[in-house]
């Protein structure tokens, strides 16, 4: 059974920073592809970050290119999503989900399969 537990979440200030964590099992990760998602109130998910676990392959939206990381601990079945300078618009729900293909296409197209409760983001002075 797919279990994806989303933590780190938070209010945080504009400029401040973060760390996403996804604990991920149920599956064999390193067989998968990895994306964060994020869905802002009105707003449909949007996929900002996935990585190709096998070879760590990375894609960022436009929106958070050199501002959000995306990095991977094996060991511990875990992703992670280093969120640099946030900002007012990066509030959201944010989710982690498993998936195949490259990280470029994870990230397009939003999957439709397994997904965990997800961890809010608020930034706001």
């Known amino acids: 059974q797919v279990q994806l537990v989303e933590s780190g979440g938070g209010l945080v200030q504009p400029g401040g920073s973060l760390r996403l964590s996804c604990a991920a099992s149920?599956?064999?990760?390193?067989?998968?592809?990895m994306g964060w998602f994020r869905q802002a109130p009105g707003k449909e998910r949007e996929g900002v970050s996935c990585?190709?676990?096998?070879?760590?392959?990375?894609y960022y939206a436009d929106s958070v290119k050199g501002r959000f990381t995306i990095s991977r601990d094996n060991a511990k079945k875990t992703v992670y999503l280093q969120i640099d300078n946030l900002k007012p618009e990066d509030t959201a729900v944010y989710y982690c989900?498993?998936?195949?293909?490259?990280?470029?296409?994870?990230?397009?197209?939003?999957?439709?399969?397994?997904w965990g409760q997800g961890t809010q983001v608020t930034v706001s002075s």
């Open positions: 149920g599956f064999t990760l390193d067989r998968f592809t």
């Open positions: 990585i190709r676990i096998s070879d760590g392959t990375t």
């Open positions: 989900a498993p998936g195949l293909g490259t990280a470029q296409s994870m990230c397009v197209s939003v999957p439709s399969g397994s």
